[in-house]
């Protein structure tokens, strides 16, 4: 069964780092392109940004560019990403998602991780 | 504010066709495929449109989608309770360098 499954849920204080992992299962890793979209309580989805599992600088939108890392491991099929300097305008469900080509629709997601950050 | 414009809620009774709409630009809609998701809050999105790729699994046709210049629009036709979510449409931005998202339609079946 081809599956994203991502790390549980996360409480943080103000200016905490957090990582937020995902694994692929049942697909071949180094297909697909692997997306992170976010979800604040009471707004729509976010798209962040785009990692090819292949290799390649990660593109990330531009709100995010200077708090995010993201990093693959190819022999566990997982990738992870790491946000620095948390505000409470980071609370949210975070998606990994996964398309075949960057221009493709997102066809699988993982669960959801949700993020708490609260003094 | 959402680079991508849609209509906050929609509504229809079971059976009816309903149509959401999704406004852009030029360097979004105008130039790539739209993609459209459902969203049940508590789980996760689910891909529902195929053009430009083969019909997601497990998608009925009652949903299809449509594209005119710099707007796209999803139909659901033969509405039914469970049709019931978020719909979101989402599309490639050349002057963002990256996916943009609208702010999301609220659909209630009556």
């Known amino acids: 069964q081809e599956q994203l499954v991502q790390s549980g849920p996360e409480v943080k204080n103000p200016g905490a780092s957090v990582k937020v992992s995902c694994k692929a299962s049942?697909?071949?890793?180094?297909?697909?392109?692997i997306h992170w979209v976010r979800q604040a309580p009471g707004q729509g989805l976010e798209w962040m940004g785009i990692i090819n599992p292949r290799g390649g600088s990660p593109n990330f939108a531009q709100k995010f560019q200077d708090r995010v890392t993201v990093t693959r491991d190819t022999s566990t099929g997982t990738v992870h990403m790491d946000m620095r300097s948390l505000t409470f305008e980071d609370t949210a469900i975070y998606y990994c998602?996964?398309?075949?080509?960057?221009?493709?629709?997102?066809?699988?997601w993982g669960q959801g991780t949700v993020l708490t950050v609260s003094s | 504010q959402s680079v991508l414009t849609q209509p906050p809620s929609a509504s229809g009774t079971p059976g009816q066709t309903v149509t959401i709409s999704c406004s852009g630009r030029?360097?979004?809609?105008?130039?790539?495929?739209v993609k459209w998701y459902q969203h049940v809050p508590g789980t996760a999105p689910k891909l529902l449109t195929y053009r430009n790729n083969p019909r997601p699994s497990g998608v009925p046709d009652r949903f299809s989608e449509s594209k005119s210049g710099t707007s796209a629009s999803l139909a659901i036709s033969g509405l039914q309770s469970e049709d019931e979510a978020d719909y979101y449409c989402?599309?490639?931005?050349?002057?963002?360098?990256?996916?943009?998202f609208g702010g999301g339609t609220k659909l209630t079946v009556l």
């Open positions: 030029s360097s979004n809609i105008g130039s790539y495929y």
């Open positions: 049942g697909y071949s890793f180094t297909k697909y392109y």
């Open positions: 998602a996964r398309s075949h080509g960057d221009l493709d629709g997102f066809d699988i």
């Open positions: 989402a599309v490639w931005d050349d002057r963002l360098n990256g996916w943009v």
